[in-house]
């Protein structure tokens, strides 16, 4: 069936650095979504992403699509500990009547 | 906002129990969902709904089952809870079609001893 895949599992950076977290699909996507969790909480949606190539910003973070739609990264500039959480990708084939499948998360956690 | 309530923050039962999750949204959302979230695993998809009384497997659904006579309550049952089914239960709805975001409930730690 299909996989998502998330790497790294875990980072830690000194806050002002930058992070990055990658996300692949065994099969072509039909859109992408992330969330973010913080310690404690639930998973938050972020936002979506359904065109090849496409790039979303939303202050710090940069959200992008792959060409193939089958990839997609979180870029985050100048971390803040604010930014501490599991960051999780989640896609989807389009397909009526299936829900999203999770990738294993990225746990970011920041140092000042 | 949407609120997704569910309806235990913490749980402990025995093994053997029949063990019932409540979970109930505020939004005539359509869809709902049941996911579990370990620790290195992530979040693993049980059981979802499109509709009432419709239900649909997902990834890991030995040992549970699902109930949906109502569009806002979506439950989970665990016919007879197992150690490994020790978790945090997360339900979730949405609006179908592109674009929506899952909504999330607070979850559910559930431990069975």
């Known amino acids: 069936g299909q996989q998502v895949m998330q790497i790294p599992q875990y980072q830690h950076v000194q806050e002002g650095e930058d992070f990055t977290t990658y996300c692949n699909s065994s099969t072509t996507l039909s859109n992408i979504q992330w969330y973010k969790q913080r310690p404690g909480g639930h998973p938050v949606f972020l936002i979506q992403?359904?065109?090849?190539?496409e790039v979303k910003k939303q202050k710090r973070l940069t959200f992008q699509f792959g060409e193939a739609k089958k990839n997609s990264s979180l870029h985050i500039t100048a971390t803040q500990t604010t930014d501490v959480g599991t960051y999780f990708c989640?896609?989807?084939?389009?397909?009526?009547?299936?829900?999203?499948?999770f990738g294993k998360g990225t746990t970011l956690s920041v140092s000042s | 906002d949407v609120k997704v309530t569910q309806s235990s923050r913490y749980l402990v039962k025995r093994t053997g129990e029949k063990v019932f999750l409540e979970c109930v949204q505020d939004?005539?959302?359509?869809?709902m969902f049941w996911y579990r979230q370990d620790p290195g695993l992530g979040l693993r998809l049980i059981y979802f709904s499109y509709d009432v009384k419709m239900k649909e497997k997902g990834d890991i659904p030995e040992g549970y089952s699902v109930s949906r006579e109502k569009k806002e309550r979506f439950s989970l049952i665990l016919e007879s809870a197992s150690t490994n089914q020790t978790s945090m239960y997360l339900c979730?709805?949405?609006?179908?079609?592109?674009?929506?975001?899952?909504?999330f409930g607070s979850g559910t730690r559930l431990t069975v001893v």
């Open positions: 939004m005539d959302h359509e869809n």
């Open positions: 992403l359904v065109k090849s190539g």
């Open positions: 979730a709805s949405r609006v179908p079609g592109q674009g929506y975001g899952y909504t």
């Open positions: 989640a896609g989807s084939n389009g397909q009526a009547g299936t829900a999203l499948i």
